[in-house]
């Protein structure tokens, strides 16, 4: 479990133009106040489900796959918005494997307790607690 089990998130946010989604989460239990930073790097495409300001956005964790496994969970998403570009232009799945491989990118999964959920292809995460790197992912 990683240091963002049962964090609320408060707010997140796309920086397209520097490839970046940032999101900000608070942990607090009895005497315990964890304010969290979650920066995920050179970010290719992003997916979110369950958006809402009107209940708590709680994360259970965030989970860390291969490319194939994108591949393969999201084969009829990809399928589906090829067309458009996402989650880049490509001919045929080879080259989508190549590019995300040459790109370094990972498949991050956002689990969630309650409300907010989805998945992120980006190369790296970072996790900040109260200012300080605590991991890395």
Known sequence: ??????????????????????????????????NTKIIFENVTASEFKNVGSDYQNIIFDIKVYDIYEFLNDCSDLIKERKNWGWPLYYKDESELKKALEDKKQKYYYLDDVVGMFGFILASKCTIEVNGDIKEEL
């Open 1 to 34: 479990m990683s240091f963002v089990h049962d964090n609320e998130i408060k707010s997140y946010s796309v920086d397209l133009e520097n490839k970046q989604i940032i999101f900000i989460t608070k942990y607090e239990n009895k005497n315990i106040v964890e």
